[in-house]
DNA sequence: GATAAAAATAACTAAATAGTTACCTTGGCG
DNA sequence: CGCCAAGGTAACTATTTAGTTATTTTTATC
């Protein structure tokens, strides 16, 4: 079991290039991951194809790092970061309310509908119970941003009185994520169901604007 | 491939047992895969497990159902038809619009909370691009009389003006079982990265009671 | 160039899996 | 009883799969 990674060998000399050694070598297999467990789910999903997929030979898979759960894992941790660097991108402080609540909803609807790889493995990581993100020691990391800034957009709105007081983030943050979410990736089932396509241009902007007016509508103050 | 299904056989002269008999070996399969389905998925599902659930032999599962494709079919049909089963009971005429619309979404939500099941195959179902459903030659019967029912709810409280106009039907079913449905679905990893359980009673009915606000707020009409 | 460690490959193994085949049991009916 | 078909069982097959081992190639350093 003392398997020493090939990654823990000491540097070369020479630099190692961008697109070459160990370090590359494992981003190609966690995206050839990413793209093989959101494809096929963790069960349906072959490590000789995420090899292939990665140009690289199973051996090394297992050398970089470790079995399919571990693997699963690392994938599962790297679509959580991409979401979580594109949140802190955001910059709000400087918009009235309204509009800073209109970005985050807008944001979160349009990052669901752009990486479907994001929703499918957190659908089958919860198929799972979620077991693998429990163990993960890295958890923490993955906290998402978004919910300090509904915190703080909410606050400011209702100091304000634009937005009605009363309001759990959390809550709020479940419901702008899950409006857009089951939209996403339901959508298959959906449109089977209402026998219409769901994924045109015109009827994700549709869904857009009414998942910001849901919001917003609710968010208006009593009268 | 002339597989004649035991089921065809001329009927035998006794009448056939509640408790036995193919009409209700298939209905133990059906219950069997979806248990199974809904746990480990289309791909982690095994035909022996859902052969020992059920209490038959896999030589009987086959000649029954088909292989595990048609199985995962019969079995996403039965889920959908209970659901849909459930909503034709709702009795809405009578009640005033606000009323009705309340009923409609703490109807969906409850669903969601007690049939982890039929979350479960929706979203395996979805991985697959909602193949299977596509071929299915019953998608008709499986359409959702919640749509209707929602329609009619909702122009009954745009013409007493208790609720907003311009509100597409679909767009606020898709709304009311989104906000539901990302909660019970996602619920072990959003209850990992907010460290906090959200599976007891209490904040299962919260959850409720946000939803309800939610879309309650967004329907009220424009001052 | 020699050497040794690192990196990579292909071939292998043991277990699991969907689907099938050959055979056995039961019960109704003349 | 004797027959036969429906209903059922167990053992089998061919393939696939995660994970490993034996071996060769590459690279860095002297």
């Known amino acids: 079991m003392l398997k020493r990674s090939p990654a823990a060998r000491p540097a070369a000399s020479t630099d190692i290039p961008a697109e070459s050694g160990p370090v590359a070598s494992r981003e190609r297999i966690l995206d050839a991951a990413v793209t093989e467990f959101a494809e096929q789910g963790f069960a349906g999903a072959r490590v000789d194809a995420i090899a292939a997929r990665a140009g690289i030979n199973k051996r090394m898979l297992y050398a970089y790092v470790g079995n399919k759960k571990a693997l699963w894992l690392a994938a599962l941790e790297r679509v959580y970061e991409a979401k979580r660097r594109d949140e802190r991108t955001l910059n709000l402080q400087r918009l ?9 909803i807008r944001f979160n609807f349009r990052y669901h509908t752009q990486h479907p790889e994001f929703l499918a493995m957190l659908n089958d990581e919860n198929l799972q119970r979620g077991q693998n993100l429990k163990e993960s020691h890295r958890v923490a990391e993955l906290y998402s941003p978004l919910l300090t800034l509904i915190s703080e957009v ?20 479940i419901s702008m994520v899950g409006l857009g979410y089951f939209f996403c990736s339901n959508q298959h089932t959906l449109s089977a169901i209402f026998d219409r396509r769901l994924d045109s241009v015109e009827e994700v902007l549709t869904r857009e604007q009414h998942i910001v007016d849901v919001v917003m509508g609710f968010l208006r103050p009593e009268r």
Chains 1, 2 share one sequence.
């Not at 009235?96 to 985050?104: N, S």
């Not at 909410?154 to 634009?162: H, I, N, P």
């Open 96 to 104: 009235p309310p309204a509009e800073a609540m209109q970005v985050l």
């Open 154 to 173: 909410l606050a400011r709105g209702q100091e304000t009185e634009v937005f009605r007081r009363n309001v759990d983030p959390m809550q709020l943050y």
